[in-house]
């Protein structure tokens, strides 16, 4: 992307996005107004202007986005960092397709701005493993991403 503004998703971040994927969510604290990062996985680009995750009701980020929705999604893919930034709700507090109590956001991208500093490729993304029983893991992140994708 070489540093342009984006208005929309490119074709291969949202290939990217349409797997689970490690991401950075960046919001306004809503008790102290200061800024506010959570890491999460359970994230699908529906369409280069709509991106849909799943969170714990519980998860400040649920109270911080009721309060003020504007959002900065923290990506890094195909040798560099992007900033999708856009306006997000909270549209389900309970996705009932799943077993565990997460609620659905959606967020309408606005920008899509690549944030590398200059002259550097990115030569390996962050990977993660699921600490819990795998085979648990495995069945909640199909079923997570499967109510994403409605």
Do not use: C
């Not at 797997?19 to 506010?36: F, K, L, M």
């Not at 202007?49 to 799943?54: E, F, T, Y």
């Not at 959606?106 to 490729?121: C, I, K, P, T, W």
């Amino acid at each position: 992307m070489g540093n342009r503004v984006e208005h929309l998703l490119t074709d291969d971040l949202m290939h990217t996005l349409q797997e689970e994927h490690y991401v950075t969510i960046s919001s306004i604290d809503a008790e102290t107004g200061a800024p506010s990062v959570n890491a999460i996985s359970w994230i699908y680009a529906d369409s280069g202007k709509l991106l849909r995750m799943a969170v714990d009701p519980r998860s400040s980020l649920v109270k911080n986005i009721k309060k003020n929705p504007l959002v900065a999604v923290t990506l890094i893919a195909g040798g560099s960092t992007y900033a999708v930034n856009g306006k997000a709700e909270v549209s389900a507090a309970r996705m009932n397709e799943v077993p565990l109590k997460l609620s659905k956001i959606e967020l309408q991208v606005h920008e899509v701005r690549d944030v590398m500093f200059y002259g550097a490729r990115l030569t390996a993304e962050p990977k993660f493993e699921k600490t819990y029983d795998q085979e648990a893991a495995e069945k909640l992140d199909q079923q997570v991403m499967d109510a994403l994708k409605q």
